[in-house]
Structure formats: C-alpha cells, structure tokens
C-alpha cells in the first residue's frame, strides 16, 4: 500500500480539531539546508534535534502560511478541551496538509531512524488495537499530512502532557514519534521542557498518559530545549514534556506533527 493511500483513508473530520483547515501548499517549496547538524538531548533517550534544518525564508513561508489562515482557534494552558480552564495557552490551526507533509518529509527522512526497535518499556505507544503482546519492528515511512501550526504569545505555556499516536485501522501502521519545527527563535521562555513523571520503570501501557492539571516543579525537568529558527524537534510520542511559559515580546510560532510508520 502507498503512503498516500494509508494517510488518505484515514482523514479525519477537520470541523471537529482546533482552527481545522486544509490549506493550498502546491506553490511552497522548501529547500534543503547543506549545513544541518544533529545534537541529541541530554538525560532523554531518542530525542535530538536537527539543527539549521530549514532556512529562515522556508520558516517565514510557512509562518505567512499560518497567519494567511486567519482561523487559528485558542487552546488553553491544559491543552484539553474536557478540562475547564479559561487561561489561553496558544492559538492553533490544525492543517490536512499531504503535500506540505510530503515535502517536510524529504528534509526528514535521512535525520530519521529507519528502524525502530520497541519493547514494553519504550516510551511511546507501540500496541494497536489492545493487542499488547505486539513488540515489532517499525520503520518510518513518511508523516502523517496532520499539522498543527501553533502560536505562543506573551506568558503562554502548556502544561506537560504526552503526545498520542495517530492510529489507523490497519494495525500495520501508526505514528510512534512527534516533531516540533520551530519557526521562530525564542530565549525568554518558552522551552520544550522534557519531565521525569517517575513511570518509566512501568510498561507503556499501563502508564497514566493524562494531561497535568498543574505547573511542573523546577526539579522534576529533565531537559529544556529552547526554540531556533530552523530546528526540529524529535522524540517519541508518549515522553512527558510541556512547554515552559513563554515571556518574550514576539510571538513563538512551531509546528508539531507525527511521524509515520509501518511495521517489518
């Protein structure tokens, strides 16, 4: 089966996500950076960054992209939409964006690995479909065309959470790690901040994956990866992390997606 025949049959209803949009990306090209580097960050296992990934034209593209939707809706601090709380955190427009994923995806694929090995202990969701006794191989074959362009203004944050995987019927397929492209550079604030919930000793599956409902403690962060023009972001789906409330005058603007991939 093609990538795009597995993503397609899975398209969601866009008037139910946050700021919901499919918009025009034939015309936006990105070009390949020569100069990139990859750093992994401390104290978390699987995740690093590429830096210098795209250039500051390709990230102004899609930062005139983003604002040219003028549909972006508010999420609050919790990130969850079944927990009240009136402070926003961000504003969101949630993109179908096959041909802009695809594109991403041709920067990415040499940085990603191209297998992966998972086991009970791997902190991101590897079962599908309750059938936990599955611990394959995976290998990356493409992300999913679901984009979501987030702006931060002046004190917003999101409380720490875990990113869950993109599931498809066909349990051969599924999303295992999240990305983060970074589209503006930002240092008063605004990290993604990696968080020791103290679960990694328990399988995946039994963890609690529930959004906090308060502010991290300074000891319980791990690791703190600030915001350059340019970087992504990898790490895998199910690692605790938040984003550090942001002080700076401009805004902070990233997308965050999820990377597909298919079982050996």
């Not at 990694?200 to 703190?224: F, K, L, S």
Request: proline content about 6%; aromatic content about 10%.
């Amino acid at each position: 089966m093609k990538v795009d025949e597995i993503v397609l049959s899975e398209t969601p209803d866009m008037n139910k996500l946050p700021g919901g949009w499919i918009p025009d990306t034939m015309n936006i090209e990105l070009n390949i950076n020569s100069e990139t580097t990859v750093v992994n960050v401390p104290n978390v296992p699987g995740a690093y960054v590429i830096k210098n990934a795209l250039t500051d034209t390709d990230c102004d593209k899609l930062i005139e992209l983003f604002l040219s939707s003028h549909i972006a809706a508010p999420v609050s601090v919790q990130g969850n939409k079944d927990v009240p709380d009136d402070r926003i955190g961000s504003v969101r427009a949630t993109g179908w964006c096959l041909n802009l994923s695809s594109k991403l995806w041709k920067l990415m694929k040499p940085f990603v690995p191209k297998e992966k090995l998972v086991n009970i202990f791997t902190s991101t969701d590897w079962w599908q479909n309750g059938k936990q006794e599955q611990l394959p191989k995976w290998k990356a074959i493409g992300l999913t065309p679901m984009l979501r362009f987030m702006k931060y203004e002046k004190n917003g944050q999101h409380y720490a959470h875990y990113d869950a995987g993109y599931i498809y019927r066909n349990p051969d397929y599924r999303s295992l790690m999240s990305f983060v492209l970074y589209l503006t550079t930002n240092t008063e604030g605004g990290a993604t901040r990696f968080i020791n919930d103290k679960q990694q000793d328990i399988p995946v599956y039994e963890r609690n994956h529930e959004d906090w409902t308060r502010e991290v403690n300074t000891d319980e962060v791990i690791a703190a990866n600030y915001p350059v023009k340019g970087d992504i972001l990898f790490f895998d789906h199910r690692i605790c992390h938040d984003v550090e409330s942001y002080h700076g005058n401009g805004p902070r603007i990233i997308i965050r997606g999820d990377i597909l991939f298919e079982s050996m």
